[in-house]
């Protein structure tokens, strides 16, 4: 007898959360790293898969091994491809150590790998894109943590100025007077490893378009576990989604044990049927597939409306249209 091959790796986790591709692989204790694409943004490395490269700024949680292993690597891999040094967002409490393990990495490869650390201290902001934020906020896990908010700020007309015309508005700002005020718009939250604590509660949290959080047991004689580990549990996601106002919440970092597959069917039977279909599993890869498809249905069909094409075939009879 032959002996086997190694098991295959698999695929990154994918899903379309309209505007945004949320992709990337997120394992408890092996390795999270989750990219938004439309962002040019990466949050955490526990390693660091291919697509990872191509995100400018990576925002990392905390410094446990399955969220930071792949940072030294990513470094390194995009100054090899002459991709510049991108910027790395770290709770500025763990700045140091961070900074000190590349140095360390530089002195093996023996190489002048460019690295620029931007430290944030809760509530600090950071701009990655025109008008677009980062925003760290404290997290409560076993070690120190931050969650993060991507924040756009929209310029708006103050209310008082509205249907004045163009001559009016330009007298009323050369006299001085600030004609604007900037209205904040969440646009995802990051929440990786933490208790239940405040920063669930957030503005910048709560209403955000995409919630990106860690759930890393969801049966129920695992509670006392996560209380622990200081994780977050499927009842505490449970609750939280009625204070949640996202379009999409997107649950990773479960255990290789958890059954997705069993805490879909939990949610479900527990929620409002609203509720449970806001929540997406980054690692279900092949009910993520089969959503996908049929958003890809839906948008040919869309489009041959339009258009007064052809009708594209209906997915798959398995499949159930989904949003
Ligand atoms: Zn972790
Ligand atoms: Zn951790």
Redesign the pocket.
């Known amino acids: 007898m032959l002996p086997k091959p190694p098991p295959r790796e698999s695929s990154l986790g994918f899903l379309f959360a309209p505007p945004y591709r949320i992709q990337g692989w997120s394992v408890?204790?092996e390795q999270?790293c989750v990219m938004v694409p439309e962002l040019d943004l990466c949050f955490d490395i526990?390693q660091c898969p291919r697509a990872a490269l191509a995100a400018k700024h990576l925002c990392i949680s905390h410094g446990?091994m399955?969220?930071i292993g792949g940072l030294a690597y990513w470094c390194s891999q995009r100054h090899f491809q002459g991709m510049g040094p991108g910027s790395i967002i770290v709770p500025a409490a763990i700045a140091g150590p961070i900074e000190r393990m590349i140095h360390g990495y530089r002195e093996l490869e023996e190489q002048h790998t460019p690295f620029n650390i931007i430290p944030l201290e809760p509530e600090q902001t950071h701009e990655i894109k025109n008008n677009i934020h980062v925003r760290a906020f404290p997290l409560e896990h076993t070690v120190t943590t931050s969650g993060y908010a991507v924040i756009e700020k929209r310029s708006k007309l103050r209310e008082e100025y509205v249907g004045k015309s163009q001559d009016e508005l330009r007298i009323i700002k050369e006299s001085g007077k600030e004609i604007t005020r900037v209205l904040e718009v969440p646009l995802v939250a990051y929440l990786?490893?933490t208790a239940p604590c405040e920063a669930l509660l957030r503005n910048d949290v709560r209403t955000a378009q995409v919630v990106i959080a860690?759930c890393?047991f969801s049966e129920p004689e695992h509670l006392e576990r996560s209380k622990v580990g200081r994780h977050l549990h499927l009842d505490h996601i449970i609750e939280w989604l009625g204070v949640l106002e996202c379009d999409k919440l997107i649950l990773i970092?479960g255990s290789r044990r958890s059954n997705v597959m069993e805490a879909r069917k939990r949610l479900h039977e527990i929620v409002k049927p609203e509720l449970a279909e806001k929540v997406e599993f980054l690692m279900d890869h092949r009910f993520n597939r089969e959503r996908y498809e049929n958003q890809m249905y839906e948008a040919e069909r869309a489009e041959a409306k339009r258009t007064g094409g052809r009708m594209p075939p209906p997915p798959r009879p398995a499949m159930r249209p989904r949003r």
Do not use: F, I, L, W
């Open positions: 408890a204790g999270t526990g446990h399955d969220h990786s490893d860690e890393t970092h």
